[in-house]
């Protein structure tokens, strides 16, 4: 008997089989737009140069905050009897010229300069995209004001300030921070201000202010969170910037007080003995400092093309 329906016309309707473990295919779920953070996060993790980074960062940060509870060590007591010790079986990297283990100095010097360039970046996120966001919102004579002390202040080399203020104040851990992050928020104020100057002339803006909102409203809950993708961005590069501003410091003698210490004091003690070839006292501390800065601005690239891409599908 055959599968093919036959009526008083010529014509064949013939019911196509479905495959063993087949479904059917649904085209609204399909034709169904990914959400904007699936979408950047797909773009980032494309990105393999990206990926890369988010995973040296992880493992600088175990190597600098879990590493010490492996590895044991001694960096308070100075022991001159072990000075300058070439790298061998009980000290892998070698010793200082205080006799401090290299690469439990190197551990503790991550710790430092770790902590200050995310405190001291997340204190001029914070700054600098409230800063910006009031400026570009109000605008008029707010914005003239508040933008040329942004002016002002960038005409000073920012490592100059900051050797101006290190001078003035004894440096520590918590002044570091406070001294970066109170200097490197001009930055992303400028980008805020440029992104907000956009934004408050968008509807939902407009609306909130016909329907009675205060100003602050505006700003906390429609400028500043339509900026996170920028400002998020941002503050990669703010970690980088920091990270190299705590180790010029230190390369210049005016990093936190010893027995702490952070990669650049590491990598300035090492220069004193540059003609000796105590190359265990140089290359370790120089290349953390260029292996986490350049991940991080990897880390940087690509979170600025996921964002693209998301702002593109808004």
């Known amino acids: 008997m055959s599968s093919t329906l036959r009526t008083g016309t010529s014509t064949d309707i013939t019911t196509p089989a479905?495959?063993?473990?087949s479904r059917p295919v649904s085209g609204d779920a399909e034709s169904r737009p990914k959400h904007p953070f699936q979408l950047g996060l797909e773009v980032f993790v494309q990105n393999r140069l990206a990926v890369v980074g988010v995973v040296v960062v992880v493992l600088a940060v175990l190597f600098c905050f879990v590493g010490p509870l492996v590895y044991h060590t001694d960096q308070v007591t100075v022991n001159l009897a072990d000075a300058n010790l070439a790298p061998g079986g009980a000290h892998p990297l070698g010793t200082d010229g205080s006799g401090y283990d290299v690469l439990g100095r190197l551990m503790v010097g991550g710790q430092t300069s770790l902590i200050v360039g995310l405190a001291a970046a997340a204190i001029a996120t914070v700054v600098g995209t409230i800063w910006g966001a009031v400026a570009g919102f109000f605008g008029g004579v707010v914005d003239g004001v508040m933008m040329r002390i942004v002016d002002a202040v960038l005409a000073i080399p920012i490592l100059f300030l900051l050797l101006f203020l290190v001078t003035i104040v004894r440096p520590s851990l918590t002044v570091m921070i406070l001294v970066i992050g109170l200097t490197a928020w001009l930055?992303?104020?400028?980008?805020?201000?440029?992104?907000?100057?956009?934004?408050?002339?968008?509807?939902?803006?407009?609306?909130?202010?016909?329907?009675?909102?205060?100003?602050?409203?505006?700003?906390?809950?429609?400028?500043?969170?339509?900026?996170?993708?920028?400002?998020?961005v941002n503050t990669t590069f703010q970690?980088?910037?920091?990270?190299?501003?705590?180790?010029?410091?230190?390369?210049?003698?005016?990093?936190?007080?010893?027995?702490?210490?952070?990669?650049?004091?590491?990598?300035?003690?090492g220069t004193q003995y540059v003609f000796l070839n105590y190359w265990w006292l140089i290359y370790p501390a120089g290349a953390a400092i260029i292996i986490v800065v350049v991940a991080v601005n990897l880390i940087g690239d690509g979170l600025r093309d996921a964002v693209e891409v998301r702002l593109q599908r808004r």
């Open 187 to 232: 930055v992303p104020a400028r980008l805020v201000r440029g992104e907000a100057l956009t934004l408050r002339v968008r509807e939902y803006v407009q609306a909130v202010r016909v329907m009675g909102g205060s100003s602050w409203r505006s700003v906390s809950r429609h400028i500043m969170p339509n900026v996170l993708g920028t400002v998020i």
């Open 239 to 269: 970690v980088a910037d920091a990270i190299l501003l705590v180790a010029y410091l230190g390369y210049l003698g005016l990093g936190i007080s010893p027995p702490a210490t952070d990669w650049g004091a590491m990598l300035s003690n």
């Open 18 to 21: 479905l495959g063993r473990g």
